[in-house]
């Protein structure tokens, strides 16, 4: 009996170490994760750029459209004043063309600040691609290293789980299934060491034949209030 108490022991110790090592690969996995979104988020950035750039650039053409055509309004309306007989209809063409070179004026403006809006975020799109290629570069070491971490995890669990397997093997399965399943119902914890009189699972006092029966080896005991697997232990280790 003494000889399975030592060996749940070094099941419990296993387990935990596959515990801890299980969390440090996912928090190597979130890492990597991590890393990977930094880039796709600037790429993300990048794109949108690329696609207000196009709008605006499709807007420069059509304001370049419609100022060439007003341009030829203005050209066509001065022909026809060499032309026109009245003072009236004189009048009217010249209102046509006044009004025109207004528009002209005003699309000229537009223009401008469109060239200067493309300017500006043809400037912001080069930086965010120079920002990118050299956070891309940086990743890809960074995941590299990240890699090799995981797969360093990987295989301590991997040695952590055959070495649970050979523990297991010389363990009754009932004997196991019964230690597994208190380990998930207690916290990680199937055993508990019994010391002077108590469980210090949950620092109960254990009832003295109970105690007493722990000396002897003869059968797996558990603590009353707690249902863990007792472990008499006589002095604090
Ligand atoms: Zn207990």
Known sequence: MKKKLEMLEELQEVDQQIDVLKAARS?????????????DAVRGEIASFETTLTQLESEKVE???????????????????????????FQAVGREITAAKKQVSDIEESL??????IDELSGALAAKKSTCDELAENSAQRIVAKQAEIDAAQLNIDAEIIRRENVTKGLPASLVKKFTILREQRRGQA?????????????????PQLYNNLYKYEELL???????ILILKLQQQ
């Open 112 to 117: 401008l600040q469109k060239i200067s809006q």
């Open 222 to 228: 558990t603590c009353p209030h707690c249902q863990r």
């Open 63 to 89: 304001l370049e459209t419609t100022h060439a055509a007003e341009l030829e309004n203005i050209v066509r309306s001065e022909t026809n004043m060499k032309e026109i007989k009245t003072n009236k209809e």
């Open 27 to 39: 928090g190597l996995l979130a890492e990597m994760s991590g890393i990977n979104q930094g880039v």
């Open 191 to 207: 055993l508990a060491t019994a010391r002077d009189g108590y469980c210090m699972g949950c620092n109960m006092h254990l009832p």
